[in-house]
């Protein structure tokens, strides 16, 4: 209590050293914000200390790479074909499979490719009958079609070793190989596999983490307004909490705790939590306001007071998150340090840095008013002295 | 004026709501313990599963339409793996060292042909069937032979490790094969391989993330327990710090005999432990809910526990502070308790309204993962809100009847 009363005569004394050291802290965890990476390594999401994991992850060292495209070719239903007996194994598709084959497997990153063409390309056959007998001979080969012979697969593993630029860079080589050799004409292709569905992912992982933050600060805000009565005062209320934001993501980028589909939702999550500190701590100083206390009593009142109630409840709120460290689920666990520590930033600002926000944006609230009461009053003498005139 | 009448208008609901708390306690907990009946049956009906990393992703992207044409249209895309090595703690006697000893092969044989045999299994692609296609159907005959064989085939040698001290097993699954048998099949499995005798110093295992679905949902429940188990140690302690210690030291500070002084010590600790209760109840309301509407645990989402008693446990710790000021005043228990729901309701369902939009926005982003996590803690923290407002309140109302009763009796016991 005494250390928190004397936090408020410091806080009221240094109000503007505070708050440019508030900013600088804010400048520079901003630009860590930036150094954010995002985490598609499926791998690395599985639980640890688990004896099956443990071997999944030694036969992918021993036995070469697991992430695979698969490309899906099948023809297309807007075409108009001029032939009603379409057949995938036509020779025409096997020797384009055989092509595309030769083109990616120029590519270093490509580790094996397997497609119909890989065998039926052997015997070169020119008719649809010949593959016909070719697969009549080697059935195997058929689970590459679709029981209707429609469709086909072609499978193209790499070790990408869950390297975010390296599934990306092979995902777009493999688009682009798609691209350059001359398609037979009725014939759309799909991408899909673990390294395209990571590169999917890592798109998804970016836009929601900032829609949701963007969804979050606005209803928050509008909220805040609507409760506080006032657009200044929400403002005051709201600005903490997206220091708190900034303070955590900017510390995640700094400290390489990658952005995954578990702390993806951390923004939102840590808008929507750490709202309390702030509304807590800003109704209490207005209230010893009201009372007719200056300034400085009414942060000497508000600080002790809210900041012990609002460092019980953020403490027991950190130990659920720090919990989750516990789990045997790295995402969880990074899930559990993030959060964790947004609610720490939040609890910080709320006690220390808040205070001094709400104080300056009173005393601008102050300043504007008096101007704008000088320049009221300068017209109105204005106006009296030309009227007299 | 319109604001106001309707503000009235709310404060007279919440302190209508607040008097019947106040002065029908029991009233309050035959309701709350008849939710608390309804929710665990339901508990019972929540599934833990682990969550496939393609199932996240909306259906409208080409990589998720894809696998929905590669499931419906071809063959079980699935594949499980037999993973044998030889164990290093065998390495000095006189077990098998190496995996391409025409023993393990034998073994490797005979467990192909009892994989194909079953109904799970499309196709088995072993060490023994690739060097049995080469060699116009026959195993080798020496270690000789089957070391040149490996050596000339570089399909056979993506089967056996560098240092030739393990092999995998590869397998495709039958249509027979859905989702939800990962447990009958590796069941299965490793039935058929306790069931072949194998060479001593070779290990035998099933792998493959299908085999690793089962044992992953096996570890759901213990893990969500040990992380639930410390997070509410943890709050325990800080509930005790808040509540019971510091009272502790004014308690000792004050002129009392030491037996006034140790009931009043026991007294504070119904402040410490009736937080709790918000949790307590508040957990086991919203796995019932979610029993009810039939959503299930993820892997994923299996750390919502402690998390909503992170942020739940508030709402109880400001009904008992504000309580406790309410008592200081010298009023009556009911006076108390009305004043305190009348001050705490509102600002409370203003955080927890706050703390919802946070929820639902994660739930507006495209990955499932986070919407479930998002609605998960929404329904978790409405049920502790509720928690801290019917039982919270009710139970501190009847605490602090038995202990001024108690106070009452054994003071005037003593004194007698």
Not at chain 1, 91 to 99: F, Q
Not at chain 2, 223 to 236: E, H, R, V
């Amino acid at each position: 209590m005494n250390f928190l009363k004397f936090i408020a005569k410091y806080q009221y004394k240094h109000k503007m050293l505070i708050f440019i050291i508030a900013v600088i802290i804010t400048i520079i965890l901003a630009i860590g914000v930036f150094r954010i990476e995002m985490e598609t390594d499926f791998s690395k999401m599985n639980p640890t200390g688990l004896e099956i994991v443990e071997l999944n992850d030694k036969i992918t060292t021993e036995f070469g790479g697991t992430d695979i495209v698969i490309i899906l070719f099948r023809f297309d239903n807007n075409y108009n074909f001029k032939n009603d007996n379409l057949d995938i194994r036509d020779p025409e598709i096997i020797s384009y499979l055989k092509n595309l084959e030769i083109e990616l497997n120029k590519e270093s990153s490509v580790e094996g490719i397997i497609s119909p063409a890989t065998y039926i390309s052997n015997f070169n056959p020119q008719s649809l009958s010949q593959v016909k007998y070719i697969l009549s001979q080697y059935p195997e080969l058929n689970s590459f079609f679709s029981k209707d012979f429609t469709t086909t697969l072609m499978y193209i593993t790499a070790d990408l070793s869950g390297d975010q630029e390296k599934t990306i860079a092979f995902t777009e080589m493999i688009s682009e190989k798609l691209k350059f050799i001359p398609i037979p004409q009725g014939i759309e292709y799909f991408v899909t596999g673990s390294a395209p569905i990571s590169v999917t992912i890592l798109d998804i992982l970016g836009k929601d983490a900032v829609k949701t933050i963007v969804i979050a600060a606005i209803i928050i805000l509008l909220l805040l307004f609507i409760t506080e009565r006032s657009v200044l005062k929400g403002i005051v209320v709201f600005s903490p909490i997206l220091l708190g934001v900034i303070w955590t993501i900017g510390t995640m980028g700094y400290l390489n705790i990658k952005l995954s589909v578990a702390t993806v939702g951390i923004g939102a999550m840590i808008l929507g939590l750490g709202v309390e500190y702030g509304v807590f701590m800003h109704t209490r100083y207005l209230e010893e306001k009201e009372k007719g206390l200056s300034q400085k009593e009414s942060l000497e009142n508000s600080v002790p007071a809210i900041g012990s109630a609002i460092l019980g409840s953020g403490i027991t709120t950190i130990i659920g998150f720090l919990a989750l460290t516990l789990s045997i689920m790295p995402m969880l666990q990074d899930l559990g340090k993030t959060l964790a520590l947004g609610i720490f930033f939040c609890l910080f600002i709320a006690v220390f840095i808040s205070p001094v926000i709400i104080v300056l944006f009173e005393d601008l609230d102050k300043f504007i008013l008096n101007k704008m009461y000088k320049r009221y009053n300068k017209k109105i003498s204005q106006i009296s002295k030309s009227d007299l005139q | 004026m319109k604001e106001d009448s309707k503000k009235n208008n709310l404060k007279k609901i919440i302190e209508s709501y607040a008097k019947i708390v106040a002065n029908r306690p029991f009233f309050v907990l035959f309701i709350v313990f008849i939710f608390i009946l309804i929710a665990l049956y339901f508990v019972t009906q929540v599934n833990y599963s682990s969550q496939d990393f393609s199932e996240m992703i909306p259906d409208n992207y080409d990589v998720v339409k894809a696998y929905g044409i590669i499931e419906d249209s071809f063959k079980n895309p699935n594949t499980i793996m037999i993973f044998l090595q030889i164990d290093r703690e065998y390495i000095t006697s006189n077990e098998v060292k190496d995996i391409r000893d025409l023993e393990v092969l034998k073994y490797i044989d005979v467990l192909t042909k009892y994989l194909e045999g079953n109904e799970f299994i499309e196709n088995v692609n072993s060490l023994s069937n690739s060097l049995r296609k080469i060699n116009n159907g026959y195993l080798p005959k020496s270690k000789y032979q089957i070391s040149d064989l490996i050596s000339e085939n570089e399909e056979i040698k993506s089967l056996v490790s560098d240092d030739y001290t393990m092999s995998i097993i590869n397998i495709s699954l039958s249509d027979q094969y859905s989702d939800d048998k990962d447990s009958l099949l590796v069941d299965n499995l490793e039935k058929i391989i306790i069931g072949i005798k194998h060479p001593s110093g070779l290990k035998i295992n099933v792998t493959g993330s299908i085999a690793s679905y089962p044992v992953m949902d096996k570890e759901l429940g213990p893990d969500m327990q040990k992380t639930g188990n410390f997070s509410i140690i943890g709050i325990f302690f800080v509930l005790i710090m808040i509540f019971v210690i510091g009272e502790i030291s004014i308690v000792f500070r004050q002129k009392q005999s030491l037996f006034s002084k140790i009931i009043k010590i026991i007294g504070t600790l119904r402040f410490g432990l009736t937080p709790l209760l918000t949790i307590l109840i508040g957990i086991v309301w919203t796995f019932g809910f979610l029993g009810l509407i039939k959503m299930g645990v993820t892997s994923v989402t299996s750390g919502v526990v402690s998390m909503i008693m992170g942020i739940g446990i508030d709402f109880g710790i400001q009904t008992v502070i504000r309580f406790r000021q309410e008592l200081k005043n010298k009023l009556s228990i009911e006076k108390a308790m009305i004043n305190t729901l009348t001050n705490v309701i509102l600002p409370m369902a203003t955080t927890a309204i706050a703390a919802l939009i946070g929820f639902k926005a994660m739930s507006m982003g495209e990955l499932s993962f986070v919407g479930d996590l998002g609605k998960i803690m929404s329904y978790g923290v409405t049920f502790c809100f509720f928690a801290a407002i019917t039982i919270v309140p009710a139970i501190l109302v009847l605490l602090e009847k038995l202990f001024k009763f108690l106070r009452i009796n054994v003071l005037k016991e003593k004194n007698d």
